[in-house]
C-alpha cells in the first residue's frame, strides 16, 4: 500500500494543488491501483516551494510536483513502488 498526501494549505491550492490531486486520481483509476494507492489531503507540510505542490508519499517528502513535471513525478515515485521497481 503506497500512502500519498497532498499538500492542500493555501500555498500548494495556489501552485496547483486541485489539478494534482486530479491527475493523481485519474492515474489510479485508469491504472486500477484502488486497493493499492491511498490518496489523502494535508495541511501544510512545512516544506513551501517556490514552484509546485508538496507532496508525501509514504514517509518521503517530494516538493515542486508541476502538471509539467508530474509524469516523471507519478512513474517514478509512485507506480515503480506500487509495481515492487
Known sequence: ???????????????????????????????????????????CTGQCNRVGVTITVNDTVHTGITKENFREFWNDKIYSIVKGG
Open 1 to 43: 500500500m503506497v500512502i500519498v498526501q497532498i499538500c492542500v494549505g493555501s500555498s500548494c491550492h495556489l501552485k496547483g494543488a486541485p489539478e494534482i490531486v486530479a491527475m493523481l486520481q485519474n492515474e489510479v483509476a485508469q491504472n486500477g491501483l484502488e486497493d493499492d494507492v491511498v490518496l489523502a489531503g494535508s495541511f
